[in-house]
């Protein structure tokens, strides 16, 4: 059996190759599962475990394959149609019939269905490239999609399933809010990803996790609770060597040193000043900041 997401650790819906198999081959393997490896992509080998069944219908043995019912054909049509709207770019058509097929499967998928979150996946993915290439507007209903997948997904896929709404988020106009909220999840993700993975090279680049911790760093300082929380996460962040860190450190002291002017905590003040040193010591003399700092 073979799982329909096209769309997951490498790929952004394009064909990766094609194969032909005959059922003959394809028996052989008995029931036992068998990989598939594919060309590497960018310098990752995608592989495919498939399984064969034989069932009996009407006294006569039948190769059955998710394929061959509604939902896998369904599915493989979209993902085809969409891969050809990220190959041929702006052929709109080709992106309203794959968001058909997609939308038709979550129909047929209810709550309760296991590949319900594979589902609402394929249809948000489809929908979100739609939106980055402008031909679609709306990203709200999107970002509730990839929601609902990620409370509904299975916890080996949780992660992918994380960064998923993480590319959605990054799409919205940036508020406090939805910066917070990526933060959060972006830490979340890096805290459980190995480093050296594939996603995790992804969610560190410049325009994932260095994206939002930029503009977390260009909102107005607050002293709420929540917004000193997540100026020490963006802190977390950002690693030694990265080059946000300098700021993150500094809109953090200046958020503290606020704290001690309207609460009078003695903590806050010695907190912003170790934070002030840290950034003095990435300021070593020849710095063009280090007399600021």
Known sequence: ???????????????????????????????????????????????????????????????HSLRESEIDHRTYTGHRRFAKYVTTHKNVAELTR??????????????????????????????????????????????????EALALCPESDYLLYVYHLTEALTRLSPTAHSIGETVQLYHELLSLCPEGTYLRSIAIGKNCVGYVIRQ?????????????????????????????????????????????????????????IRLRRGAVSLCPRGHPDHGTY
């Open 216 to 272: 977390y760093n260009n909102l107005p300082i607050d002293v709420s609770d929540k917004a000193i929380h997540l100026r020490r996460t963006v802190l977390k962040l950002c690693q030694l060597g990265h080059q946000c860190r300098l700021d993150a450190l500094t809109k953090l002291a200046e958020a503290l040193e606020e704290c001690f002017v309207q609460c009078g905590s003695i903590n806050n003040i010695d907190e912003s």
């Open 98 to 147: 794959a968001l058909k097929q997609f939308q038709i499967v979550l129909d047929q998928c209810p709550v309760v269905h296991l590949s319900r979150a594979a589902a609402l996946t394929n249809l948000a993915w489809a929908r979100l490239q739609g939106y980055i290439r402008k031909d679609l507007q709306d990203i709200n209903s999107t970002i509730s999609l990839f929601r």
């Open 1 to 63: 059996m073979a799982s329909f997401e096209l769309d997951l650790m490498l790929g952004r819906g394009e064909v990766i190759s094609k194969l032909e198999m005959s059922w003959h081959e394809l028996c052989e393997h008995g029931d036992e599962p068998f990989d598939l490896y594919f060309s590497p992509i960018r310098d990752v080998q995608p592989c495919l475990t498939l399984k064969v069944a034989v069932v009996q219908t009407r006294g006569k043995p039948l190769l």
